[in-house]
């Protein structure tokens, strides 16, 4: 397996634009996690789901992010409208089970201009 | 979720053992403890988990007093390219929260020569 997979790995927006960010977890998986990592407010849990269902978005900033796990094979993350301090390093990362190794992706870098 | 306690930072020299502990007063009886490591730009990596006593791996070790309230991540002759952020993650299936993989401020290990 080629592990977890995220896109773009850049993303450089402007202020007000739509933003998606793409995740394919490893095949068997059964849970995914999005997070967002920022030096002021280190790495933060946004949303995981289980079995493509959403367990948990109470780290869901606000109404601006979405996420979506449409088949056990893909996520995404949306931002709607972007605003300059969504700038982050954003990571996915999926385990098949509690208390089992989790796996994350390279990130997706996303500045907000 | 059981709250964790670690140093901000510590500085080792290459060749040193480097122990880094964890307090979680509140642990459950059920939870497990779990040790991630992350380099710049990358995202965490599993080093190594364990419930009680010792575990050890080829990466690290990790000790465990029988009250459980502590853990000890050990990192024998590092070098400079240990240098990472160390977190310590504790969860069980019991209390669920083992599902809500979710990251503290971490531990910055800064090896130099």
């Known amino acids: 397996d080629a592990g977890v997979i995220q896109s773009p790995r850049h993303e450089v927006t402007e202020m007000g634009q739509e933003v998606t960010l793409r995740c394919k977890p490893i095949?068997?998986?059964?849970?995914l996690f999005w997070y967002r990592q920022t030096m002021m407010r280190g790495l933060e849990l946004l949303i995981y789901f289980n079995n493509n269902v959403p367990i948990d978005d109470s780290g869901m900033p606000e109404d601006r992010f979405s996420a979506k796990m449409p088949n056990a094979s893909f996520s995404t993350l949306k931002i709607q409208p972007s605003e300059p301090r969504d700038s982050a390093v954003y990571f996915c990362?999926?385990?098949?089970?509690?208390?089992?190794?989790?796996?994350f992706g390279q990130g997706t870098r996303l500045t907000v201009v | 979720l059981a709250k964790t306690t670690q140093p901000i930072s510590m500085d080792s020299y290459e060749g040193q053992e480097v122990n880094i502990t964890c307090s979680h007063n509140?642990?459950?009886?059920?939870?497990?403890i779990t040790w991630y490591q992350q380099f710049p730009s990358q995202g965490p990596r599993f080093i190594i988990q364990g419930y009680k006593t010792k575990v050890t791996n080829e990466v690290a070790s990790l000790f465990i007093p029988a009250d459980r309230k502590s853990s000890t991540l050990s990192l024998p002759r590092v070098s400079l390219s240990d240098t990472a952020v160390y977190y310590c993650?504790?969860?069980?299936?019991?209390?669920?929260?083992?599902?809500?993989?979710?990251f503290g401020t971490g531990t910055r290990l800064q090896v130099t020569l």
């Open positions: 509140n642990i459950a009886t059920n939870d497990y």
């Open positions: 095949s068997g998986h059964d849970y």
């Open positions: 990362a999926s385990f098949s089970g509690p208390n089992t190794e989790a796996f």
């Open positions: 993650l504790v969860g069980g299936r019991a209390t669920g929260t083992a599902s809500k993989l979710t």
